[in-house]
């Protein structure tokens, strides 16, 4: 998975698709900084999630983002996604890899090295860890430090995301301790005093 610099975004979409979103994303994504959009709805039925993932593959290909489904490697499939994002309680990354190739797949590993230790021997082509700071996108049941980061950078050269509350003001940190990905989407998508392109410019 090769890794551009200026791309360090690694953007995950509101709960609710509204008709307005899908502009506001173009938006976004003209700023040049986002790698990845993981389309993220836990309510919508599947013939919902089709219909909105073909708009927005459109759009990501458009500006060269790829495009990945949280959860749902059928989906992912059906959609022709770049890839998929696998919680803990998905399905696991070996079989996941037997459905959909040599496509993306990046892995939860919450606040532990022995979880990104797995992760890493199954081949995931990131891990993400979290959460660093307090959101209001997901309840939060695991914290991670800078440390947990350092560690997991000293045992591998696999991508790290990073998220959790991150925002224009605690981002820094994150990356000079080398996460590749900061992962954000309550800061860009319901903050309430700047619109989505707005909030994107602050993160350089």
Known sequence: ?????????????????????????????????????QLRLKKETLKKKI????KIRKICKKFNVKFLINDDV????????????????????????????NKIIGATCHNSVKLSKIAIKNKADY????????????KIKYKASINLLRKVKKITKTPVVVIGGINSRNYKNLLLNKANFLAISGYIW?????????AIKLLK
């Open 51 to 54: 219909i909105i993932g073909k």
């Open 127 to 138: 891990i993400a860890l979290g959460a660093f700071y307090n959101s209001k996108t997901k």
């Open 1 to 37: 998975m090769r890794i551009n610099k200026k791309k360090f975004i690694y953007l995950i979409s509101p709960t609710k698709i509204n008709k307005s979103f899908y502009q506001d994303l173009t938006k976004v994504l003209q700023q040049k900084k986002v790698g990845f959009f």
């Open 74 to 101: 059928q989906v992912a499939r059906r959609l022709n996604a770049d890839g998929c994002h696998l919680g803990q309680k998905d399905m696991n990354i070996i079989k996941a890899r037997k459905l959909i190739g």
């Open 190 to 198: 319901n903050n309430d005093k700047l619109k989505p392109k707005e």
